[in-house]
């Protein structure tokens, strides 16, 4: 495939496709695979992964494998399998079927370790995993031989044919690949290829006490699999030696997979360490996994993130070489755009005062039309009871006003949104707070929205009416740490001290009566507030919502005042 003017430049993975392509490499096969580790759930970063491998198959009419790499069973639970699968499915994505598991290979993986062991190029080693790490030596410095590097093939099969059949504790012994020890790549200096873990496997039960290293697993699966392009982030280039060399062991004929890395995707105000995320859920500074504070997708779904904006955002990040940090902000300004088409608009107080319209009829009710979302012509219009007893912001009203408040104070006047201009006559305080329960105003009847009243004002507020109202319970969820770095710290200090004590608050608002059958999962902008979603503990009888984003960048604000 030729880029022309008019699409857009092809990142450097697609480069190298189109070359393979070209080139008619591997039969002009295009073979992606997205491996995730069955141990957590996905985070943002997995989802630039996933739009990725699966974009590129898609793009040059390729397949991509879901492969788990279930190598570890004492981390590995079959709820994180149904969750991953969920996932991206949530994104858009399908395997078409190709499910596969590091576990269905254990056995032609084992033969292979033994093919190692009869060519002299593995062994067992039984020293411990420090005496090991110690032994690699320095970057700079050559490494050690284990003493038991140079046993014969006989020995080396017998005691790893004991170490699979369980004749050994966990930690007793390993089998280390025998390259070089001198290597100033790490990785390559001996590394383990098998360890003991007598544990029960998620999918094959008791039948295996030893396992595979992802070293030795990885790359094995990509050729068993036929992948033509293993794609992966940075960190593992340096592996991509010993990538190499285990292939170079096992592979008959010219094929083989070929491995290229980009940059993982980093965001400011937030961690993405699978450690550090279940150091939160564990320690109980979140719910779970699917807090809508997380960068999990499940997080992100929850808190009312589309499919369609994380994939715009993977887009707009693009793919490249170098590690980058990508402001969070820009992330905000995706799904508010994405929301900004398809949300309903609602009118919702989450601070509540009290209006008297003194001269509106008590027991009246007259329905004001409004219009569902002025971006979608499709959308519609729908019907509020305008009573004499309405809510709004008590932020909205301010009895000693500074100046260019323009919103509702005595002898002030305001619109109401799609009802009437009014205007404060008086107000009713709490006798012992001194705070302001009640705003006694009048209506101009003239001023109806809708009715071609040329009057304006210099403001114009949302309501809802007190006497046909809901209540809900609306969570304002904000970022989950104080700093864009959260190892900012102070001398000895912990990330996690930079956790934000605001990143959720709970409040009890009024919402509009339309809002009566919200179901979980659905998107609606609050008019003036921002966009939320109907949380999945929501009832018929208890409406639940999540903050998803606010209208604007308020964070930039916060950071030009400091």
């Known amino acids: 495939m030729e880029n022309s003017e008019t699409t857009k430049p092809l990142n450097f993975i697609e480069e190298i496709v189109?070359?393979?392509?070209?080139?008619?490499?591997?039969?002009?096969?295009?073979?992606?695979?997205?491996?995730?580790?069955?141990?957590?759930?996905?985070?943002?970063?997995?989802?630039?992964?996933?739009?990725?491998?699966?974009?590129?198959?898609?793009?040059y009419n390729g397949k991509c494998n879901l492969r788990f790499d279930d190598t570890n069973p004492v981390?590995?639970?079959?709820?994180?399998?149904?969750?991953?699968?969920?996932?991206?499915?949530?994104?858009?994505?399908d395997w078409e079927g190709r499910e596969f598991y590091a576990s269905d290979y254990f056995e032609k993986l084992y033969e292979w370790a033994i093919k190692l062991i009869r060519k002299g190029k593995a062994y067992v080693d039984e020293t411990s995993a420090e005496e090991i790490s110690v032994s690699r030596g320095k970057p700079t410095q050559p490494g050690k031989e284990s003493p038991f590097r140079n046993r014969s093939v006989e020995e080396n099969l017998e005691l790893f044919t004991g170490m699979k059949d369980g004749k050994f504790p966990d930690g007793s012994k390993v089998l280390r690949a025998k390259i070089d020890m001198s290597?100033?790549?790490?990785?390559?200096?001996?590394?383990?290829?098998?360890?003991?873990?007598?544990?029960?496997?998620?999918?094959?039960?008791?039948?295996?006490?030893?396992?595979?290293?992802?070293?030795?697993?990885?790359?094995?699966?990509?050729?068993?699999?036929?992948?033509?392009?293993?794609?992966?982030?940075?960190?593992?280039?340096?592996?991509?030696?010993?990538?190499?060399?285990?292939?170079?062991?096992?592979a008959d004929g010219d094929y083989k997979p070929r491995q290229i890395e980009f940059a993982r995707l980093?965001?400011?105000?937030?961690?993405?360490?699978?450690?550090?995320?279940?150091?939160?859920?564990?320690e109980g500074y979140v719910e779970d996994w699917n807090d809508p504070r997380m960068p999990t997708i499940s997080g992100l779904r929850r808190r009312g993130y589309t499919p369609e904006s994380l994939r715009n955002f993977v887009d707009i990040v693009g793919i490249a070489k170098r590690e980058n940090v990508i402001d969070i902000a820009l992330l905000e300004h995706v799904v508010r755009d994405d929301l900004n088409k398809i949300a309903p608009?609602?009118?919702?107080?989450?601070?509540?005062?009290?209006?008297?319209?003194?001269?509106?009829?008590?027991?009246?009710?007259?329905?004001?039309?409004?219009?569902?979302?002025?971006?979608?012509?499709?959308?519609g219009t729908r019907e509020l009871p305008f009573t004499r007893e309405l809510?709004?912001?008590?932020?909205?009203?301010?009895?000693?006003?500074?100046?260019?408040?323009?919103?509702?104070?005595?002898?002030?006047?305001?619109?109401?949104?799609?009802?009437?201009?009014?205007?404060?006559?008086?107000?009713?305080?709490?006798?012992?707070?001194?705070?302001?329960?009640?705003?006694?105003?009048?209506?101009?009847?003239?001023?109806?929205?809708?009715?071609?009243?040329?009057?304006?004002?210099?403001?114009?507020?949302?309501?809802?009416?007190?006497?046909?109202?809901?209540?809900?319970?609306?969570?304002?969820?904000?970022?989950?740490?104080?700093?864009?770095?959260p190892d900012d710290t102070e001398v000895g200090g912990d990330w996690k001290s930079n956790l934000n004590p605001d990143s959720l608050k709970v409040v009890n608002a009024k919402v509009e009566v339309s809002l009566s059958k919200a179901v979980p999962g659905e998107h609606y902008q609050?008019?003036?507030?921002?966009?939320f979603c109907v949380d999945q503990d929501s009832q018929p009888d208890r409406l639940v919502f999540n903050r998803t984003v606010t209208l604007r960048d308020e964070w930039a604000k916060i950071s030009s005042k400091k």
């Open 391 to 485: 809510y709004i912001e008590s932020d909205d009203f301010i009895e000693d006003p500074p100046k260019k408040f323009f919103r509702l104070s005595p002898g002030n006047e305001v619109r109401l949104k799609n009802a009437y201009i009014i205007k404060c006559t008086g107000i009713v305080k709490d006798a012992d707070t001194g705070v302001v329960k009640e705003i006694h105003c009048t209506c101009d009847p003239e001023t109806k929205s809708g009715t071609g009243n040329a009057r304006k004002v210099k403001a114009t507020i949302h309501w809802v009416s007190a006497e046909q109202v809901l209540d809900a319970e609306v969570r304002l969820y904000d970022r989950l740490f104080t700093k864009p770095d």
């Open 526 to 531: 609050f008019q003036r507030i921002g966009y």
């Open 18 to 59: 189109e070359q393979d392509l070209r080139n008619n490499k591997n039969g002009g096969r295009i073979h992606t695979r997205f491996p995730p580790e069955p141990n957590g759930c996905l985070h943002i970063g997995h989802a630039k992964a996933i739009c990725l491998s699966f974009g590129i198959a898609k793009k």
């Open 183 to 250: 290597s100033p790549n790490m990785h390559m200096r001996d590394p383990v290829l098998y360890r003991i873990k007598h544990a029960l496997h998620h999918r094959t039960g008791n039948k295996w006490c030893i396992y595979p290293m992802y070293d030795w697993a990885h790359g094995q699966s990509d050729y068993i699999e036929g992948i033509t392009h293993s794609l992966c982030t940075l960190e593992f280039e340096i592996h991509r030696p010993l990538y190499d060399w285990c292939l170079e062991q096992v």
């Open 345 to 379: 608009r609602v009118m919702v107080v989450l601070n509540p005062v009290k209006v008297i319209i003194k001269n509106y009829p008590e027991g009246q009710t007259e329905w004001m039309k409004a219009e569902n979302n002025p971006e979608d012509e499709c959308a």
């Open 75 to 93: 981390t590995e639970d079959v709820e994180y399998v149904d969750s991953i699968k969920e996932d991206i499915h949530w994104l858009g994505f």
């Open 266 to 282: 980093n965001l400011n105000y937030t961690v993405m360490s699978k450690r550090r995320l279940l150091q939160l859920v564990h």
